[in-house]
């Protein structure tokens, strides 16, 4: 997977809230965690019914560095997903260092019981599994992807296995890359995992098609990777006010205008924005708060970004 450094992306987002559009990451992150004005939006998650809040954390590309000031940000922005009432995190084998500086988190805050941790790895191979574990200091996770599924043919054998014996809750795959959503669709259908983790965003509805309506017909959780389309909506709308009918459904940023559109698709279980941020977590846990848009209302977001 690839994007932009972690400076580019950062500095388009720093813009849009520094210029009024997200006036509560000006506030001190935990402030912010700490009067957040009612819970989260929660989704069950089909297969069990367990209810997942609808917004979580990415982790690619911005806790890749096994460095300090990685680890400093690491930690805030765990704590404040987890005071904000967000439980999901997400991060993969292949994501440099981020497994490790996750686990040194968890570990010095004692909080991996508060955390949904879904990882990935490239192959169904014990030996990478094992590593996973040892980084993120657990001997158990909540979800288990194959990432970057490729294969229509591909088998989820070893991952049920995996999940019977108790190392993983949930077993799912991924793909980001639109050449693979065919393979995506074939092992969705035949192998029915509990997750599907595609990208999905106001500039990018190509999961709409065919891998949402294909996840509700299986009864498969979707988590939504790359929801502000690697930076491009934000870069779409600099200098631009939030339209006023954005209160409709709560949006006070762009970046809840945006996670909201995803959200307000009734087959997406939770969006992982990634963020270094604890700020910008702290606004991204907003679109989880409030009314949410209807079909409608989407249909005019799509067509607002569309006119940029």
Not at 238 to 263: C, M, T, V, Y
């Amino acid at each position: 997977m690839t994007g932009p450094s972690r400076n580019g992306r950062a500095m388009s987002r720093r813009r849009m809230l520094t210029m009024g559009l997200g006036a509560a990451a000006l506030l001190p992150p935990l402030a912010v965690a700490q009067t957040a004005p009612e819970p989260l939006i929660a989704r069950p998650i089909p297969r069990s019914g367990e209810l997942l809040p609808t917004v979580g954390l990415g982790t690619a590309y911005v806790f890749d560095r096994a460095d300090e000031a990685t680890a400093q940000s690491a930690r805030q922005v765990v704590d404040a997903l987890i005071m904000g009432g967000g439980r999901l995190i997400d991060t993969a084998s292949s994501y440099g260092d981020a497994e490790s500086v996750l686990g040194a988190v968890m570990a010095s805050a004692g909080s991996r019981d508060k955390i949904f941790i879904a990882t990935k790895l490239e192959s169904p191979d014990a030996g990478e599994l094992q590593r996973s574990l040892a980084r993120l200091k657990t001997a158990k996770l909540d979800l288990l992807q194959l990432h970057n599924v490729h294969n229509p043919n591909q088998s989820l054998a070893r991952f049920r296995d995996w999940k019977t014996k108790g190392t993983c809750r949930y077993i799912g795959i991924t793909s980001t890359f639109h050449g693979d959503f065919g393979a995506v669709e074939a092992v969705l259908r035949r192998e029915q995992p509990d997750f599907v983790q595609v990208d999905y965003s106001l500039a990018d509805r190509t999961a709409e098609r065919r891998l949402l309506p294909l996840a509700s017909d299986t009864r498969t959780a979707v988590l939504t990777a790359i929801p502000f389309g690697r930076s491009r909506l934000f870069q779409a709308v600099r200098g631009k006010p939030l339209p006023e009918w954005a209160a409709d459904f709560d949006a006070a940023s762009w970046a809840q205008f945006f996670l909201k559109f995803l959200i307000g698709h009734p087959a997406v279980t939770a969006v992982i924005p990634g963020t270094s941020s604890a700020a910008h977590m702290a606004d991204n846990l907003g679109a989880a708060r409030g009314r949410l848009p209807d079909a409608a209302q989407r249909r005019r977001m799509v067509a607002f970004i569309e006119a940029l």
